[in-house]
């Protein structure tokens, strides 16, 4: 603390002395300092000692910025620091619990992808097997399963009577159940 007894100066309101040269002002900072410094923001960074060194540069920094302030007739400066990097980490830590965690492509090339190629040919196969079907049967269906529409709607839609449209559903269905087992398609 002697070293740094001859270079912090409080400035007094009616002169205008020259602020403390930041360079000394850093070098016995850090001189005195910087173990014990270290230590404690090892301690707060949880071990990590590159993060702990960061820590320790930006509070040399903003001592450096806080020159003309600090009280050269405190026994330590030692309080003044740690308070400094305690907020610095704690900044640092709410900042990055803010952002979500960043990460590479590593964990995406190693999730599996869906195959949609088994949907996209049962796709074909039921198209396939629908165009094998007659024309009524095709028009049956569409009206009943795509539109879904009740018996009596295609009926109407189709102008066909009701009996005629029932039995064109069961036919439809039958044709095309046997035309899905022949593709080897299992409805």
């Keep these: 603390m002697a070293a740094l007894r001859g270079l912090v100066r409080r400035p007094r309101r009616d002169a205008g002395g020259p602020p403390p040269d930041g360079d000394e002002l850093v070098t016995a900072l850090y001189r005195e300092y910087h173990r014990p410094l270290l230590a404690f923001v090892l301690r707060l960074t949880g071990g990590d000692r590159g993060w702990a060194e960061d820590v320790v540069q930006e509070t040399m920094v903003r001592a450096w910025r806080s ?10 400066l030692m309080p003044w620091l740690a308070t400094v990097a305690r907020r610095i980490v704690i900044d640092h830590r709410r900042s990055r619990d803010v952002r979500p965690p960043e990460v590479g492509d590593g964990p ?9 190629v088994d949907g996209l040919l049962r796709k074909v196969m039921v198209a396939e097997a629908l165009n094998s079907l007659s ?3 095709r028009q049956i269906l569409t009206e009943t ?11 109407d839609s189709l102008g066909i009577p009701v009996g005629t449209a029932k039995s064109r559903v069961y036919y439809a269905l039958r044709a ?9 398609v299992t409805p």
């Excluded at 020159?67 to 330590?76: K, Q």
């Excluded at 399963?145 to 009926?155: E, I, P, Y």
């Design 176 to 184: 095309l159940r046997v035309a899905l087992e022949e593709r080897g």
């Design 135 to 137: 024309p009524a049967h």
């Design 67 to 76: 020159a003309a302030g600090l009280d050269p007739a405190a026994e330590s």
């Design 145 to 155: 399963v795509l539109r879904d529409r009740t018996v009596n709607q295609a009926a």
């Design 108 to 116: 995406l090339e190693n999730l599996p992808a869906t195959d949609e």
